[in-house]
């Protein structure tokens, strides 16, 4: 860190991140969420430059010729690209910083990480936000976030459970008196969901779509337990016979079938996490149940779906999409960037 940073840091627009694998969410301390943009940065390859990053890159998915590529940088939760990931890191940071004086300093940045990446995995992350003009970076793991965000009394000897299905991983995490005490990860989440409509959209009707229509299906017809009345959606693509375009109706029953499999993953997950708490905390989640976040987490009926496995009270958090990057920036308005659910600094 730089003498002019180290004076002027109190001045900086320090900012918390949910880096995920299908968007990214920021958030400025004192202000709130600022952005909330696709994870997705559109590459020329030909003239070796950035075209795109955010919203405008995706639009670009599916839809670029040979020498354009619309980049995912990150992969079931953590980096896959680490110079795509630096690039789409500077952007967001810039985009969210209010430069009211030409000597700004550089902001101080928390960013939320899924709870089983590795040490390997945790220094990619600090050195692209370090790469990417953070002045310090910090990682909190997003089960901890989440809770933070969702107002769950973490500090309390009473457990709290979280379960937080975003686009590249499921987190499981029992937490109680400010620590993890049990905690699972899967990478298995939103974006196995799409895959596994877009291959059952393909064997079922000989029909190619691409990623965003398959993420169109499961949210307007997408479910994990029967519906009061069940959802049909027209979907168009290319017939892989003839490579014709085509279109056909699918009904939510079948959407429902084929997302069984991964549906029974997440399942898995919550049961083993619910074995592994301690008989005390157990006790105190039948009371205060366990609480859905993440994007996938307001999939329809999988709250209903979860209660019938386990038998404990199930909740979908209304804030579900915004309580890990919300409990980032309330990390950061309490500077509590010392305590044990942080980890580190990079300078």
């Known amino acids: ?26 958030a400025v301390r004192g202000e709130g969420i600022v952005l909330n943009e696709p994870s997705v940065v559109a590459i ?16 670009m998915v599916g839809r670029t010729p040979g020498s354009i590529s619309a980049i995912r940088p990150l992969k ?29 300093p550089r902001p101080r940045v928390v960013v939320c990480i899924p709870s089983g990446v590795t040490s390997v995995e945790k220094r990619a992350v600090f ?24 107002n769950l ?17 499921t987190e499981v995490a029992v ?14 989440a939103g974006d196995e969901f799409d895959r596994t409509i877009l291959e059952h959209v393909r064997n079922a009707y000989n029909l190619s779509i691409g990623e965003r229509t398959a993420e169109d299906i499961k949210i307007k017809v997408g479910s994990a337990a029967p519906l009061k009345e069940e959802l049909d959606v027209e979907v168009n693509g290319r017939d892989v016979m003839n490579g014709l375009p085509k279109t056909v109706r699918i009904e939510s029953e079948e959407i429902r079938k084929a997302l069984s499999r991964p549906l029974d993953e997440v399942s898995k997950a919550v049961k083993d996490a619910l074995d592994a708490t301690p008989p005390d905390l157990a006790s105190d989640l039948m009371y205060y149940g366990i609480l859905l976040t993440g994007g996938g987490g307001m999939l ?28 980032c920036a309330k990390v950061l ?11 580190g600094s990079a300078q």
């Open 1 to 26: 860190m730089s003498f002019f940073d180290n004076i002027l840091g109190d001045y900086s627009q320090d900012l918390a991140i949910d880096l995920g694998t299908a968007n990214t969410l920021v």
């Open 44 to 59: 020329d390859r030909s003239e070796e430059r950035v075209l795109a990053v955010g919203i405008d890159a995706k639009r």
């Open 76 to 104: 079931d939760g953590v980096i896959a690209d680490f110079d795509v990931t630096e690039v789409m890191l500077r952007y967001f940071i810039e985009k969210a910083r209010e430069r009211k004086y030409p000597w700004s």
């Open 127 to 150: 050195e692209a936000t370090i790469q990417a003009g953070a002045r310090q970076a910090y990682l909190i793991e997003e089960p901890m976030a989440a809770a933070i965000g969702a």
């Open 153 to 169: 009394p973490i500090e309390d000897p009473t457990g709290s459970m979280v379960v937080d299905i975003g686009g590249g991983t």
């Open 175 to 188: 937490i109680a008196m400010g620590g993890v005490v049990v905690s699972k990860s899967i990478r298995i």
């Open 300 to 327: 329809r009926g999988l709250d209903q779906r979860l209660r019938a496995e386990t038998g404990v009270p199930v909740n979908v958090s209304p804030t579900a999409l915004e309580n890990v990057v919300t409990g």
């Open 333 to 343: 308005e309490a500077n509590a960037l010392g305590g044990g659910f942080v980890q």
